[in-house]
């Protein structure tokens, strides 16, 4: 996994005619896990989809000081900023291991992401209505990172899961940071539980503000 610096610098995004995100400032360094939270409806998705280039901006989108906010969003692909949609985006017709050949022709990084998901090995002949919710969002996830991408962008991963599934799921997550890249990811309501090592941001009508960590809330008192 390559390193990354992400900076978006006053972004706003939205759909024709219906603006969602407010200026946003974030930055986020190599080995950070951000996690966003906020209600139904607050931007989450758009804010995501916006970093990986399916929403209309305007504003700056910094990685590894390159401004990438005007690239089209298969050059952000290429250049190492995966997205893991929030339904998953997987086809009915493939199995999991020809998603996995789809995403990458690198069959030793295909079998280091199958070592960290053991149990997904187990299941790469099967096609996608064959697998639980958690085997698909492993799927997902394991398409993203045999790509070695430098940013992930994970929207409502743990959606519908399992606690257990989810500990697996924040593990895999937790490895890409500390192996130095970049993660976004949402969750929605306030629920911070799964993410113990984020930096959490609070999305609401479009406008992100970060939420202090209750150490730091304490060590601000005078
Ligand atoms: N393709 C679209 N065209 C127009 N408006 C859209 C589109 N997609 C989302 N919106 C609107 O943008 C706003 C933000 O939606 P978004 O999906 O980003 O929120 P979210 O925080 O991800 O919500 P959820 O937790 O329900 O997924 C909502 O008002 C939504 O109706």
Redesign the pocket.
Known sequence: MSTATLHLNQLEG?????R?LRPTNLTATHGDIVLIT????????????AIAGH?LTSGQIWVDGQDISRWPADRRARAGIALVP?HRGLFAGLTAAEHLRLATTDASAVDDVLDRLPHLRTRLRHRPSQLSGGEQQMLAIARALVRSPRLLLL??PAEGLAATVVGELVRVIADVAAAGGTVLV?E?GTGTAAWPDARHHE?RR?LLTPVLAATDAQGARP
């Open positions: 939205g759909y024709p005619g219906h969602v906020g209600p139904n409806g607050a931007g989450k998705t758009t804010l995501i989809n929403v929030q929207d409502e949402t929605p999305l479009g």
